[in-house]
C-alpha cells in the first residue's frame, strides 16, 4: 500500500505567486511570446475564430469605387520583429514619393512618425498587422494620408479600440497606395483579434465607401471602360471569375450571355485566354477552360507587378532586355557581374530580388528568396551567381550507410564505430542535418534517447528537404570583390580577374569593361613576372596564385596589428580556430574574418553565417579552406 509520503502533487512559485513576475506567469508570457494560447485552448479558439470586426458586411455596392486590400498577420517572436524592422526601413527608401525622395512615415497625429520607437514598443507583442490599401482610382488624389487616416478611424470603431499604427504613402508603381503597420494590442493591452472576414472582405467595403464618398460612384462609362481594359490583361480579372463560375463539369464555358455587352467581354477575354494557352475553343461558341487557368493568371499577375516595381527601383535600367530569372521552378544560369541594386520582390518584404550586370552585357534579376543574414553585397560589389541544384548532401550518403550497420538507427556512438577517423563535432553536423530535415518535412522520427529512425525512404525524405531549401533560397551569392573594377588590374594580391574559368565575357555593357580590365590586368601580371602567357591572359600557376593571395593577407594583417595590438598568426589545415570575432576585412577576391585570440590573432575565410554573430566567441576547424563554424565555445551551437 503507497504510504501518503508518496502522495506529492508539486506547485510551482509561491502561494499566491501571480502575473508575469511567477514562475507559471513567465512560463505563460514565454508561450505567448511563442504564439501560444493564453487561455483555455477552446475559448481561445473560439475567440480568435470569431475576432473583432466579424459584423461588418463586405457588400460593395453598384458604383462603389474598387480598392485592393493586401493583409499578413506576421509573428514577432524569434526573428520576427528584426524583419519587420528590415521590412519598415525598406518601405522609406529613396524614390517612392512623387518627387522621388525617401518614403516618411506618418501616424494619426503626425507626418513625421518615429518607425523605431513604434517597433519598440511592439518589442513584446505576439504578432504585427501589415495591410496595403490601393484604390484603383488612387491617381486621383493628391495625397492619400487623409483617406489613410480616415480608414484606420472607421477600423478602431468597427473594432472597438484605440490603434497604433504607422503608415507610408508609395508613389512608385503605377497605382499609388498605402503601406500600413497595425500594432497586435488593444488599447487594453490585450492581443488584437481580428476577424477573418473582416481582414479579408470587412477592411475593403469601409475603404471603398470613403472612396466612393471621396470621389462619387463610378459613372457606367467608368465601369464599362475599366472593363474593356480588362479584356488583354495578364492577370486574373472579373471577367475571369465570371467565366469560372459559369464553366460545367466539364471545364466548358460558352460566349454567349443576354446582355449583349457582357457577351463581347467574354468573346474577347476567351480569345486572349487561348492565346496564354488557358483556354481551347471547341467551336460554337463554347471554349474549355484550363483547370490550370486560376493558378497561372494569379502568377501572371505577381510577375507583372514585380516587372512594374522593378522598372521603377532600376530606373535608368532597361529591362526590356533583362534577363529575369522569377520562377523558382526555373533554374537559372551562372553569371559574374556587379551588384546594382537589392529590394524586396513582394508587397511585405517576403522574398528579395537581386539585380546583377553581368559579364555577358545583359541585366539579370534573380529571386533570392527569403531575406538572410547580410552577406556584404550591396550596390557595385561583384558577385557570382549560382542556381541552388537540390541534391544529396555527403551527409546523407554517411547516414544511411551508419543505419544501415546499426539495425536502421543512426546516433553518434554508432557513427563514431563505423568512421573511427571521425570526430564527435564532425558527427554532431549529421545530427544536425537530421533535426532539421525532421522539423520541416515530418519524415525521419527521433527517438527520446536522441537517435534517429532512418527509413529505406530516406533519401528521398533528404531530396525534398533540398527541394523545399532550394525554394527559400533559389540562388547562391558568392561575394567576390567589393573593390572598383577599375582598381582590380594593378591590385597586389590574388582577384577574381585571375581565374581560369570566367562565364561568357561581351563586349557590351559590364562585359565591355571586365575584357578592359583583364588586358589591363595581364600586363601587370606579365611586369611582374607571373603567369604564362595564353590568349591574351596570364595563366597562374597554384603556387602563383597561394603567393598572391598571402601577400594581400599579410598586408591586411599588418593593419589589424596595429589596430589591436597583437600579432598575427596564420592558420593551419586541420587547426581548430577559436577567439572572438571581432570583425571582418575585404580583400579583392571575398572577405576575411578576424579571430583575436588571448596573445594573437588570425584570418580565415568569410561566411555570410557570421554576420549576426560579431563580437562573439566562435570555433571551428579549418578544412580545405572553409570552416564549420561554432558560436560560443566548444558547446556553442553550430552554424553551417
Known amino acids: 500500500m503507497a504510504s501518503k509520503d508518496d502522495e506529492f502533487k508539486p506547485r510551482l512559485g509561491k502561494m499566491r505567486a501571480k502575473g508575469k513576475g511567477s514562475f507559471r506567469g513567465q512560463v505563460l508570457h514565454a508561450v505567448h511570446r511563442a504564439g501560444g494560447t493564453r487561455k483555455g485552448g477552446a475559448r481561445f479558439v473560439a475567440k480568435a475564430r470569431l475576432g473583432r470586426g466579424r459584423a461588418v458586411v463586405g457588400i460593395r455596392p453598384k458604383g462603389s469605387r474598387r480598392v485592393v486590400i493586401k493583409a ?3 509573428r514577432l517572436a524569434g526573428k520576427g520583429l528584426g524583419a519587420a524592422r528590415a521590412h519598415l526601413k525598406y518601405l522609406q527608401r529613396d524614390g517612392t514619393t512623387r518627387d522621388g525622395q525617401a518614403g516618411a512615415l506618418y501616424d494619426r497625429d503626425s507626418d513625421r512618425a518615429d518607425g523605431k520607437a513604434f517597433l519598440d514598443t511592439c518589442a513584446d507583442d505576439r504578432h504585427l498587422f501589415r495591410i496595403i490599401v490601393a484604390p484603383e482610382d488612387s491617381d486621383q488624389y493628391d495625397d492619400l494620408k487623409g483617406l489613410t487616416r480616415r480608414l484606420m478611424t472607421q477600423m478602431e470603431k468597427d473594432l472597438g479600440t484605440r490603434l497604433e499604427w504607422v503608415a507610408v504613402d508609395h508613389f512608385n508603381t503605377g497605382h499609388p497606395h498605402t503601406h500600413i503597420a497595425i500594432r497586435g494590442r488593444d488599447d487594453q493591452g490585450q492581443d488584437l483579434i481580428m476577424a477573418r472576414d473582416y481582414i479579408s472582405n470587412g477592411i475593403r467595403a469601409r475603404a471603398e465607401a470613403l472612396v466612393t464618398l471621396d470621389l462619387g460612384p463610378q459613372t457606367e462609362h467608368e465601369v464599362t471602360d475599366s472593363l474593356r481594359r480588362e479584356i488583354d490583361q495578364p492577370r486574373r480579372t472579373r471577367i475571369d471569375r465570371q467565366l469560372l463560375r459559369d464553366r460545367g463539369a466539364d471545364q466548358t464555358v460558352t460566349v454567349r450571355h443576354g446582355d449583349a455587352f457582357q457577351q463581347s467581354l467574354r468573346a474577347g477575354r476567351l480569345q486572349t485566354l487561348g492565346a496564354f494557352g488557358l483556354a481551347e475553343d471547341m467551336g460554337g461558341g463554347l471554349w474549355r477552360l484550363s483547370p490550370d487557368m486560376e493558378p497561372t493568371l494569379r502568377q501572371m499577375g505577381a510577375r507583372g507587378d514585380i516587372i512594374k516595381s522593378l522598372t521603377y527601383d532600376l530606373s535608368g535600367t532597361d529591362l526590356r532586355h533583362a534577363a529575369l530569372h522569377l520562377d523558382i521552378r526555373g533554374e537559372a544560369p551562372t553569371i559574374i557581374g556587379e551588384v546594382l541594386r537589392r529590394g524586396e520582390l513582394d508587397d511585405f518584404g517576403e522574398r528579395q530580388y537581386l539585380a546583377v550586370a553581368a559579364t555577358d552585357g545583359r541585366v539579370h534579376v534573380f529571386d533570392t528568396g527569403r531575406p538572410g ?8 560589389t561583384v558577385v557570382r551567381v549560382v542556381a541552388v541544384t537540390p541534391e544529396l548532401k555527403p551527409a546523407d550518403h554517411t547516414i544511411f550507410r551508419v543505419a544501415a550497420s546499426n539495425g536502421g538507427i543512426y546516433d553518434i556512438e554508432a557513427h563514431l564505430r563505423v568512421d573511427p577517423s571521425a570526430t564527435d563535432t564532425f558527427a554532431q553536423t549529421h545530427v544536425r542535418r537530421l533535426e532539421a530535415i525532421r522539423r520541416t518535412t515530418g519524415g525521419v522520427q527521433r527517438s527520446e534517447t536522441g537517435s534517429f529512425v532512418i527509413s529505406p525512404s530516406y533519401g528521398e525524405t533528404a531530396l525534398n528537404y533540398e527541394r523545399h531549401q532550394a525554394r527559400l533560397k533559389p540562388v547562391q551569392i558568392e561575394r567576390l570583390s567589393s573593390l572598383p573594377l577599375e582598381r582590380l588590374p594593378q591590385h597586389p594580391g590574388l582577384t577574381w580577374l585571375d581565374r581560369d574559368q570566367m562565364p561568357n565575357v561581351s563586349d557590351a555593357g559590364f562585359g565591355g569593361r571586365v575584357g578592359q580590365a583583364r588586358v589591363a590586368r595581364a600586363a601587370w601580371l ?25 601577400r594581400e593577407w599579410e598586408a591586411i594583417a599588418g593593419g589589424v596589428a596595429t589596430e589591436v595590438g597583437k600579432p598575427y598568426v596564420a592558420a593551419r589545415q586541420g587547426e581548430r580556430v577559436e577567439g572572438n570575432l571581432s570583425g571582418y576585412r575585404d580583400t579583392a577576391e571575398g572577405r576575411l574574418a578576424v579571430i583575436e585570440r588571448a596573445r594573437d590573432f588570425t584570418l580565415v575565410p568569410w561566411r555570410p553565417v557570421l554576420e549576426p554573430h560579431v563580437g562573439k566567441v566562435v570555433s571551428g576547424v579549418l578544412d580545405r579552406g572553409a570552416i564549420n563554424w561554432s558560436i560560443g565555445r566548444s558547446r556553442g551551437r553550430g552554424v553551417e
Open 373 to 380: 543574414p547580410s552577406d556584404g553585397t550591396g550596390t557595385g
Open 526 to 550: 606579365a611586369s611582374e613576372g607571373l603567369g604564362v602567357p595564353v590568349d591574351g591572359r596570364q595563366v597562374l600557376s597554384p603556387t602563383e596564385r597561394e603567393g598572391l593571395r598571402r
Open 72 to 74: 499578413r498577420f506576421t
